[in-house]
């Protein structure tokens, strides 16, 4: 897993459970913003830009966390402080895949990557099941694992949120 530097994807702990249907799929960078597009037509991957937005849109880093949250400790550990799910992100704690290709962090942090770039690193946001914050990751290794979320290129075309 450390070694690729191309596409890649798995299931958390490349296991074919359930955790599949509730948690998705764990990519890297490459993948993520692969030329073959991994978005479906009419979406993409948020850029770093679009990522503050949101967050600027829910009242800051400080508090858009709780409101992008999955409400509860079905899927995240207790205490799930200040989730709201306000937004209709319904964010689960899908965790992330390290270099050494170790699973980590389910149920407690969601890690999601845009397709900024940051050198040899990317962006990336993480939600966290003790605090309301989104944090933002500039120094995320492109070869680690961690969740897509996508954006829909325009809004407008069905009325719903854009993600």
Known sequence: WSNLQSEAYCRYNNN????????????????????HNIAPVGWHVPTDDEWWTLTTYLSGYEV???KMKEIGTAH??????????QSGFSALPGGYR?????????????YFWS?????RSAYSRM????SAYV???G???????RSLRLVRDSSEASGGPPY
């Open 16 to 35: 074919a459970s359930d955790e599949v249907d509730t948690y998705g799929i764990l990519y890297n960078w490459y993948a993520a913003t692969d030329a």
């Open 64 to 66: 858009a966390g709780g």
């Open 76 to 85: 995240w550990n207790s205490p799930n402080t200040s989730a709201t799910n």
């Open 98 to 110: 390290d270099l050494e290709g170790v699973f980590r962090e389910m149920g407690s942090h969601a």
């Open 115 to 119: 397709a900024t770039e940051n050198g």
């Open 127 to 130: 939600l966290e099941y003790n």
């Open 135 to 137: 944090s933002t990751l």
């Open 139 to 145: 120094q995320a290794d492109c070869r680690s694992g």
